[in-house]
């Protein structure tokens, strides 16, 4: 079991910055991957950025070059940084962890960015 706690959602103007944080209940050591994915109203849950166990990184499309994803070890947390933010890119932001073929969520956190 992993537990996952998101924060450092917010209201922010477009072109500022965010850092979220994402704090697991366990040794991220431990987990094969951790990723961000984010809801806009109406629409589906995406991935846009995932750090693996291994330390590599993967980004979809709308996430390369502003949003940047990286991890502590000693505090079990992954940070998602976040730049020039758009009206766009509000969403509720969920952490995801995944152990084998366990997928584990949190509750999510809000981002909300104004014109």
């Known amino acids: 079991q992993v537990q996952l706690v998101e924060s450092g959602g917010d209201l922010v103007q477009a072109g500022g910055s965010l850092r979220l944080s994402c704090a697991a209940s366990r040794s991220i050591f431990s987990i094969d991957s951790m990723g961000w994915y984010r809801q806009a109203p109406g629409k589906q849950r995406d991935m846009f950025a995932t750090?693996?166990?291994?330390?590599?990184?993967n980004y979809a499309d709308s996430g390369k070059g502003r949003f940047t994803v990286s991890r502590d070890h000693a505090k079990n947390t992954v940070y998602l940084l976040m730049d020039s933010l758009k009206p766009e890119d509000t969403a509720v932001y969920y952490c995801?962890?995944?152990?084998?073929?366990?997928?584990?969520w949190g509750q999510g956190t809000q981002v909300s960015v104004s014109s």
């Open positions: 995801n962890a995944r152990v084998a073929v366990n997928s584990y």
């Open positions: 750090i693996f166990s291994y330390g590599s990184t």
